[in-house]
């Protein structure tokens, strides 16, 4: 029976029988399961309900007949060269001519498919106002498609009614850019590159800095309650006789991590099949709801090698926080502490979330700078910004090698100080230790 | 073969809460440690452990710093802890599995401890033909139950040392029974045992060797039957059907105790003992009970420790 063992030795006991606990545990199911149906109902829900809807889609026009009564100076405004355009090439474009309470009456009863339009001057404005059945065919995100192209025509067709031409017209509503040229100390232009995010871009990289957050701190918080639960049950004097508190923190964690990982890959599957099916619920050309919303350039840089460093950033990343949160959790002795504990845990997590969050908008308001470098490299916050910003090709592979490095080596650091003080902070029974004993511990002042 | 606590140590900044605290046992059997709520018997027993660092001395084990990982020991801790929420055969296995039980070895010990400590409806719920038998969880057992899990739990390994603190606090006499049965087997088994209790007839039961603390300081050590033997029989008690008083005054004897009846008393030796046996047959004084005999262990203990808190 009896046999050396090392001071990690055990871990993978403790991993086992962590992991089968947490997987067995109905919170985590349920939370799981929940996460789950979301995931896969949601875009296939979005599909539906969103159908017949996207304004700017080729989806042909409800509307059949368009009534227009111009109550304008303007003279001569004809529409009728939006039948150009695929959408309305069955719309029938037609100046009123009836009494317009007897056209609209008839809308509402039998003529459902028409809509009747009329255009206001007022002080200096002009007003398109749109009319339509209350029941029938046309919803209003048909009126909206049809009210955003007559619009633009309008526009067009009052500077044509001016006696402006064609050509003239295209000059004034020509885009107008502003562009800064830097020049070098022989006054030639030097090449800048607009390495500016987009809007929908910078959501992304929102999205997953919230979403590892979120994780993040689940996971360490499950990693603090069950060291403290432990400490708090006494069970931890049971298990110190048979296992070394590192192989118990280093088997916890890990336990910790892979369930959360199970998770998040397990999710990523299913936003995966999600996102197909309501691929295959839209119409032909469209693709699934993530590739209409998501930026299309994380497509092309969804690769294997780019797949890895996120996954090898986030395990640091919950490694790092996991390692704090088991610390945290050895520093009280009830439950009812945790939350004292935790806050040097909750500071550091802020701190990384708050630098990636400032650095996503730096990147979308100037570009990359020292500050957009430093928060892809700070540890703190690396976890956090750099996968998202991997995702959408905003990091280099040596930015993300090198924050993977510097990841590592601030892990080996932490857990290094954390083994030298591990054993007694897990014995030790009374106030909650702050964070100078810790350092006292560390330099071997104070004992259990 | 044997444990060897050598002069441990251990300090909380200025206050001492352990202090040279030797003693050893030679050959298999029970070791107790006594003292007060509060004397150091449990911080004791986690230096022994190794779960608490020490300031100064050693324990040996076999000759070798006693290291529990590697060591074959079982300990039963005075606050019991088990997982509330998870399945109390995964426990078991669990920590069957930390102290390198095979699986197979694991299991038929769980079957028979749980048949012998009559826990087995809690470990193997009967199967109920059409419906899902869940497992049972620590939280839903009684307190004596989860105990019964718990010195299932620190002799899964069959230890060859074994340290129990408090193991029969809070049992009912049923189970405290049950609870000595297994002790008594593990003495025959020739373990080594180190126990700490209140119950002083549980301790002079089982233990041959005894340590008393107080605040943290040995105030007696040694083997019971010689300590007791050092005190001398100097307890006397004596029943009568009539009033004793003036005799016990005539002679100078110390009362220990008065209950209806009955003196307890305290006499110099076995001299005056009978010198005043004499006396009360030379007067014809009607005796129901005349017993001379050393003090008991509760007696010493009271002795010991009990005037340092009347003082207070």
């Not at chain 1, 118990?248 to 299913?270: N, T």
């Not at chain 2, 003292?35 to 660092?53: C, P």
Request: charged share 20%; with cysteine; hydrophobic share 45%.
């Amino acid at each position: 029976m009896s046999m050396k063992k090392s001071n990690i030795s055990g871990w993978k006991d403790v991993f086992t029988f962590t992991l089968t606990q947490t997987l067995k545990n109905k919170a985590y199911r349920v939370s799981f399961l929940i996460m789950a149906l979301i995931a896969v109902v949601s875009m296939p829900l979005i599909q539906y309900l969103t159908k017949g809807e996207e304004a700017g889609s080729d989806k042909l026009s409800p509307v059949e007949k368009v009534y227009i009564q111009n109550e304008t100076s303007l003279q001569n405004l004809d529409f009728s060269s939006l039948k150009q355009d695929s959408t309305l090439k069955n719309v029938e474009f037609t100046n009123l001519t009836e009494d317009y309470d007897a056209v609209s009456k008839r809308i509402e009863e039998s003529e459902k498919a028409s809509v009747l339009v009329t255009i206001k001057e007022q002080s200096g404005a002009f007003m398109l106002e749109f009319s339509k059945a209350s029941k029938g065919p046309v919803k209003d995100a048909g009126i909206s498609a049809l009210a955003e192209k007559m619009t633009e025509s309008f526009h067009s067709l009052r500077l044509l009614t001016q006696g402006i031409t064609k050509e003239q017209n295209e000059l004034i509503s020509a885009k107008v850019d502003t562009k800064t040229i830097n020049l070098d100390a022989q006054g030639n232009p030097v090449e800048t590159k607009d390495d500016t995010i987009s809007f929908n871009e910078y959501w992304f990289i929102y999205g997953i800095l919230f979403f590892l957050m979120m994780v993040t701190l689940m996971a360490s918080t499950q990693v603090a309650s069950s060291v403290v639960m432990e400490k708090s049950s006494r069970i931890v004097e049971y298990l110190l006789i048979s296992v070394r508190p590192l192989a118990l923190m280093v088997g916890k964690i890990l336990a910790m991590l892979c369930a959360v990982l199970l998770q998040i890959i397990s999710l990523m599957v299913l936003v995966f099949i999600s996102n197909k099916v309501s691929a295959a619920m839209g119409s032909g050309s469209q693709a699934g709801i993530m590739n209409q919303y998501v930026p299309a350039n994380i497509f092309q840089n969804l690769n294997i090698v780019n797949i890895l460093l996120c996954l090898v950033l986030i395990a640091l990343g919950m490694i790092f926080y996991a390692v704090l949160a088991g610390m945290a959790g050895a520093t009280v002795s009830k439950i009812e502490e945790l939350n004292e504990g935790m806050t040097l845990l909750t500071l550091t997590t802020l701190v990384g979330v708050y630098i990636g969050f400032g650095a996503a908008n730096v990147l979308m308001g100037s570009g990359s700078n020292a500050f957009v470098t430093f928060a892809f490299l700070f540890p703190l916050s690396s976890p956090f910004l750099l996968p998202g910003a991997i995702l959408v090709g905003k990091a280099s592979l040596f930015i993300a090698a090198a924050a993977i490095i510097l990841q590592m080596l601030l892990n080996v650091l932490l857990f290094n100080f954390v083994a030298s003080i591990y054993e007694t902070l897990i014995l030790h029974n009374g106030n909650r230790i702050r964070l100078k004993d810790l350092f006292k511990l560390n330099k071997g002042g104070i004992k259990a | 073969m044997s444990l060897i606590v050598k002069n441990i140590t251990k300090k909380y900044g200025d206050k001492v809460v352990v202090e040279d605290l030797s003693f050893s046992i030679e050959k298999p059997g029970v070791y107790a440690l006594l003292g007060t709520n509060g004397a150091g018997k449990t911080t004791s027993l986690r230096i022994i452990l190794g779960m608490l660092s020490k300031d100064k001395g050693e324990v040996l084990w076999k000759g070798n710093p006693l290291d529990t990982v590697n060591a074959n020991v079982g300990y039963l801790a005075e606050e019991r802890g088990l997982y509330p929420k998870y399945s109390l055969l995964d426990q078991l296995l669990y920590f069957a599995k930390l102290r390198n039980v095979p699986k197979k070895t694991a299991m038929s010990r769980i079957e028979y401890w749980s048949e012998r400590l009559s826990v087995n409806e809690y470990l193997f719920p009967p199967k109920v033909k059409g419906k899902t038998v869940k497992a049972n969880k620590a939280d839903q057992l009684s307190k004596g139950n989860q105990q019964k899990l718990q010195l299932m739990a620190a002799l899964i390994s069959d230890p060859e040392l074994i340290i129990l603190d408090e193991p029969l606090s809070g049992l009912d006499p049923v189970n405290t029974e049950l609870f000595k049965g297994i002790i008594r087997e593990e003495i025959a088994k020739d373990k080594y045992l180190i126990m700490s209790s209140h119950q002083m007839p549980v301790i002079e039961e089982f233990c041959s060797d005894i340590t008393i603390l107080d605040k943290g300081k040995v105030v007696l050590s040694g083997n019971l039957n010689e300590v007791k033997k050092s005190y001398g029989r100097v307890n006397l008690f004596v029943k009568s059907d009539v009033e004793i008083a003036s005799y016990i005054d005539s002679f100078g004897i110390e009362i220990t105790n008065k209950t209806p009846g009955e003196y307890q008393l305290k006499v110099l030796g076995e001299e005056q003992a009978m010198a005043f046996l004499t006396k009360l047959i030379q007067d014809k004084i009607p005796i129901v009970k005349f017993e001379l005999r050393e003090p008991s262990l509760h007696e010493i203990f009271i002795e010991k420790v009990g005037d340092v808190h009347e003082e207070k």
